[in-house]
Nanobody
Framework: QLQLVESGGGVVQPGGSLRLSCVASGGSLGNYGVAWVRQAPGKEREGVSCISRSAIDTNEAATVKGRFSTSRDNAKNTVYLQMNSLKPEDTGVYYC??????????????????????WGQGTQVTVSA
C-alpha cells in the first residue's frame, strides 16, 4: 500500500525559501499524479500545485505561481515543492497527495484524492518575522 511522508517544513522569514519533499514507499510514485495541498488554521484546504506522472504537466495555484515550483524524481520515488519568496499567508500545513491524475482544477484533484488517493501526514510551514 502506498504511503507518503512529507519533510522539509520549518520556520522561515518572509522572502525566504524552503524545499519540501514527499517520499513514497510501498509502491511506485511514478504511477500517480501528485499534488501539494495546504491548510491554514481555520481555513479550508487549498490546492497549491500538481505534477503529472511524467512531469510533463505542472499546475500551480494563482496564489503561488511564479514563486513555487514542483518537480519529481521517479527514480527516487520523490516529489518536491520548491517555495521561494515566501509570504506570511503561505503559512500552513502542507500535504502531498497521490492520485490518478493532475488537473488545472486543483479543487477537483483534492476531491478525487480525498476519495481515491493517498495522503501524507503533512509538514508545518511557518512564515514569520
Amino acid at each position: 500500500q502506498l504511503q507518503l511522508v512529507e519533510s522539509g517544513g520549518g520556520v522561515v522569514q518572509p522572502g525566504g525559501s524552503l524545499r519540501l519533499s514527499c517520499v513514497a514507499s510501498g509502491g511506485s510514485l511514478g504511477n500517480y499524479g501528485v499534488a501539494w495541498v495546504r491548510q491554514a488554521p481555520g481555513k479550508e484546504r487549498e490546492g497549491v500545485s500538481c505534477i503529472s506522472r511524467s512531469a510533463i504537466d505542472t499546475n500551480e495555484a494563482a496564489t503561488v505561481k511564479g514563486r513555487f515550483s514542483t518537480s519529481r524524481d521517479n527514480a527516487k520515488n520523490t516529489v518536491y515543492l520548491q517555495m521561494n519568496s515566501l509570504k506570511p499567508e503561505d503559512t500552513g500545513v502542507y500535504y502531498c497527495t497521490a492520485g490518478p491524475a493532475c488537473s488545472r482544477d486543483l479543487m477537483a484533484v483534492i476531491r478525487t484524492n480525498t476519495d481515491f488517493g493517498t495522503w501524507g501526514q503533512g509538514t508545518q510551514v511557518t512564515v514569520s518575522a
